[in-house]
C-alpha cells in the first residue's frame, strides 16, 4: 500500500482496495494518520519478521542481500509518507515504532547467522550496517533502483567474510 504513486491515497481509494465500504475504513481508523501509521508498523513487521524465513531459506549472506532489497523496497514505498509520519511523531499523535532499532535487530541477527556460518565478517557492528544502508538509501532516492542495488551490493560485499574465514570458534591461531 502507498507504493503506486507520490501521493497518499484517499480513504476513497483504500476502502475500494480492501474491497470493503469506506464506513469500515472510518471505524476501524478515525484519521488518516491512525490509518497511515498502521499501515506503516504492520509493513515494518512484515520487514523485520521477513529475517527468520529468510534465513532458513537462504545462506546468510544471501540472506543479507534479499533482507536488504527488502528493506530499499520499505523504504521506497514509505518515502510517500514520511512527512506524514514525522509530523505525527513530532507532535506525538502518533507512537514512534523505534525503526532503526528494529532494523538493526533484524540485521544482527543475520549478521550473527552469518558470523556463526563464516560467510559475514565477525567485526562488524549491526548498526553499522543498518547506517550503510540507510545512507545508501538516502543518497540513492527512490526513483534508480538499479542504483539502490548496486550499493546494497557494495554493502554486502563489505561485509562478506574473507574465503577461508571459518566459522566462529573454528579459527585456528598458528604461529
Known amino acids: 500500500m502507498f507504493a503506486g504513486g507520490r501521493a497518499t491515497p484517499s480513504f476513497d481509494a483504500i476502502a475500494r ?34 529475517v527468520g524465513p529468510l534465513l532458513s531459506e537462504l545462506p546468510p549472506a544471501d540472506a543479507l542481500r534479499e533482507w536488504m532489497r527488502r528493506y530499499a523496497r520499505f523504504f521506497t514505498t514509505k518515502s510517500v509518507i514520511i512527512d506524514t509520519l514525522r509530523a505525527g511523531w513530532s507532535s506525538g499523535s502518533m507512537t514512534t515504532p523505534a525503526t532503526r532499532e528494529r532494523i538493526t535487530a533484524a540485521v544482527a541477527t543475520i ?12 567485526d562488524v557492528d549491526p548498526d553499522d550496517i543498518t547506517g550503510m544502508v540507510l545512507g545508501a538509501l538516502m543518497s540513492t532516492g527512490t526513483d534508480d533502483p538499479a542504483k539502490t542495488d548496486r550499493m546494497l551490493s557494495l554493502i554486502a560485499d563489505a561485509v562478506t567474510a574473507p574465503a577461508g574465514a571459518g566459522r566462529r570458534g573454528n579459527q585456528s591461531n598458528s604461529g
Do not use: K, M, W
Open 17 to 50: 482496495e480492501a474491497g470493503v465500504g469506506v464506513g469500515t475504513v472510518y471505524r476501524h481508523f478515525p484519521s488518516r494518520e491512525a490509518l497511515i501509521e498502521a499501515v506503516y508498523e504492520a509493513e515494518l513487521d512484515d520487514l523485520t519478521d521477513a
Open 111 to 122: 549478521v550473527a547467522a552469518g558470523v556463526d556460518a563464516g560467510s559475514l565478517r565477525a
